[in-house]
């Protein structure tokens, strides 16, 4: 009877208190407790940190990882539950059951670990609200801020720690929230990139911290905060605090390379690390970060003033890179830069290439670095045309003996260097190509180009299209030669044939085979012409690379000498005088430089390049010219804006009139003009306009944006043929059966091919699944016949879209639900409760499937 009577919880006696906080405190906080530092050791073990950044204080891992927790911390939350229904004894707003409180904030501390936030922070709001005296309120606290950082509420985070801040002297304030406030605040200046403001909290924090390993993360990140204001004496010293306690490997190995960094800065004795740095190297286990040992090593060479040992330990930076893009992008780049400065410009295209195959969009001044790329590559491109042209017309000149004679030691030279490729592939280098030049094309000079096979198929490709195409094209503008040599498909078979307007030519790609290297030789008049002409075209490009894009002009006068001694005549010779022209003057070399004025001013008096000689102000002038039409335009602008129609009518007008070869800004003039007139006359008139600005200027910036209108009439007013696709999109969002309420309840449904999937095998991992890391959800798996080939399997009791899209992400990335599904076997959508049955009913899946790309899929 006394037993019974202890277990109600409907009177306040000593007795029914005492039995509730034992009962409460061992039969359910306890299990609950051990469930949730388990989950805590599991997140510990399978967070990564990214040490290219600050550490954050705390790392709470992705929701991916999250998720992996939820069979411990929905456990914890089961059982936190259950102490608060069962043992929970309130009298007067008070409760009397210690470990009933505890268990709210275990409660709490599940859904926050499950990155539950909202779950989370209402769960610690009513902690701190409801037991205001006593410890638990500071403790609530402290992770309703935690929270809140989280959340990226910054604000309402900040006011949490302050307010903890200020009853620190309160009798209760409990030690352990003493201890972690300082990390807390450092954790929320991080967040913030505050890190100024960051360092004194870690320095406090770390004097209060009786925890080994949130010691040694706060010396990494001090560490790490110290080199950033570059006091690597600081840095060293706590990088060398971070290794010495023997922290996780990963760690130590980023200390360590943290340390050699700040060595190479010149905070110390680079012999110490240098020596640690190549032991490293040698052991076995460090195999998977040797792209990162020399780098470090290349780094402290460089400010030993070792650059040539900077460079070797660089390349092997990037060649014994195996998955850290990262720094393999980094090695590339400080490589490229290196070669680039000492202008070898074969070797920066190399390496910046290496580099972009691999560079984040968000890296910084990345699209300078590509379009050094870009630059470079044209500039090896048009480098090797020449030479490989040049060898060409050199093997013509020869007989037939000497020629075999040639080609058979090309052959022998081709298979030594595959051999010798092979072997640097398997130990990861990179190959280069030199770029020789040519100093004379006929009968000596130059160098042999065999060895290249990629650049001989582009070789014969161009003599190829040379053949069926005999027109020459004026390639003047760098944009235009970009597309002038094409690259050789690198999958070729040893014959491959090419179909030209004149004939069919079978091609042989095997370097092993005399005709191979026979089949490019210019054997005709023709045929030295057109290999004349992209030499020709190569020179032009290089050159004015040299001279306008790398600002070298030592190389661009070198280049445009050679040029016009080769090739007197060329097409492009006016450009190259002016070229020369610009360079001499520059040299201030007078003679030369008015040699090449008279020869322009009195060859081609009307061209640009005499005007501007004759009147410097020349170019001044059409640019005066130019900003007069952009203040026109930037008035007709205005007076659009104000709705001022008549008005744009009228300077339009006047500006097609007045600059009608500024393709740049009429267009812009005409959309103007076009939209106003829809606004004064009718619609028609408008879209009479925008059809001939978008036939005229297709190319301007101003086309898609009238294209945008254009299609607008075409579907209000029905005025033109509507785009198709648009179209099918309109069709799609008018009359499709389903209607799109993201806030209703949804279900998941996976649907398979009945013959093809173990239906009931299917449920049965599902089932798992949703017992091991949703079993909080009470998800109901069903499964129903759609027709003779499909079946549905449903997933049901999801709040909203949002909740639903959580689940099927992690049921389609759960290895161990797909397993032996194949992508062409089963789709899976989440749809709600009002169009599930509608969808039954229709059967249409293919109806739907464009209703949830159009609706659920997002970018």
Known sequence: ?????????????????????????????????????????????????????????????????????????????????????????????????????????MMGIAHFYKQDYTSARRVFDFVAKEFDNSPLHYEAILWLAKTYIQQERYEKAEASLNLLQSKLNDDDFPKSVDRELPLVYADFYIAKDDYNSAMPFLERGLELSNDHFVTTRIDYIIGQLNQMDNDYKSAIKYFKKVVKRNPPYKMAFEAQMNMAECYSEGSGDTKYINKV????????????????????????????????????????????????????????????????????????QAYYDTAAMSLPKDYPNYEVILNKTEILSQLVQQAQTITLQD???????????????MID????????????????????????????????TRPQGGGWYFDNTAALGRGRTEFIKKWGNRKLEDNWRLTDKRSMMQGFEENLTDEDIITTQDSTIVMITNPRDRQYYL?????????????????????????????????????????YLNFQQNYPGNKYKLESWFA????????????????????????????????????PDYFIKLSEQKNEIAKLYEKTFKAFNREQYYRVLNYSDRAVDLYPEDTTLVPKFLYLRAISL?????????????????LEYPSNSIAPLAKSVIKTLQFEYGLG??????????????????????????????????????ISALKVRISDFDKKYFRLKRLRVKSLMLNNQTTIVTVSNFDSMDDAGNYLLALKNDEYVVSGLQNKDFEIYSISTTNYPIFYRDKGIKGYKEFFDLKYKRD
């Open 1 to 105: 009877m006394l037993v019974f009577e202890s277990c109600s919880t409907k009177k306040n006696t000593w007795t029914r208190r005492a039995y509730h906080n034992v009962t409460c405190h061992y039969n359910v906080y306890w299990n609950g407790m051990v469930s949730l530092g388990e989950g805590e050791e599991m997140l510990r073990e399978k967070v990564t940190d990214d040490y290219n950044k600050v550490l954050r204080v705390y790392n709470y891992g992705t929701k991916e990882d999250a998720i992996t927790l939820n069979p411990k911390m929905d456990r914890t939350i089961k059982k936190a539950s259950i102490g608060i229904q069962r043992h929970s004894m309130t009298f007067g707003g008070k409760e009397y059951i210690k470990w009933v409180k505890d268990s709210y904030l």
């Open 519 to 559: 089949q490019h030789i210019p054997r005709t008049p023709e045929q030295m012409a057109i290999s004349d002409s992209l030499v020709i075209d190569a020179y032009n490009l290089l050159a004015y690379l040299y001279l306008e894009e790398l600002r070298d002009t030592t190389m661009a006068l070198d280049t």
């Open 277 to 348: 740095l190549k032991k490293m190297a040698k052991e076995t286990k460090n195999k998977e970060y040797l792209d990162q040992i020399y780098y470090a090593l290349a780094q402290i060479a460089l400010s030993d003033g070792e650059d040539t040992l900077a460079i070797n330990y660089l390349r092997k930076s990037v060649s014994t890179s195996v998955s850290d893009q990262v720094q393999k992008t980094t090695s590339s780049l400080q490589l490229a830069d290196i070669y680039f400065d000492e202008s070898d410009y074969n070797g920066a």
């Open 721 to 758: 043929i509507p785009d198709s696709t648009l179209l099918a999109q309109q069709e799609i969002a008018e009359k499709s059966i389903y209607s799109f309420n993201p806030d209703e309840r949804h279900l998941v449904m996976i649907l398979v091919e009945t013959e093809q999937i173990n």
């Open 678 to 694: 829809g606004a004064v006359n009718v619609a028609d008139t408008m879209y009479a306009s925008l059809i001939d600005l978008v």
């Open 580 to 615: 020369l022209y610009k360079i001499y003057k520059a040299n201030n070399d007078y003679e030369k430089s008015n040699y090449y004025s008279n020869l322009i001013t009195s060859k081609y008096p009307e061209s640009n390049y005499a005007k501007v000689i004759q009147d």
């Open 391 to 405: 060898s060409l017309q050199r093997l013509a000149l020869m007989d037939t003996v000497e020629l075999y004679s």
């Open 409 to 440: 030691k090309l052959i022998e030279e081709y298979e030594d260097e595959q051999e010798r490729i092979a072997e640097e592939k398997e130990n990861g280098g990179i190959q280069f190509v030199d770029m020789t030049r040519s100093t004379s």
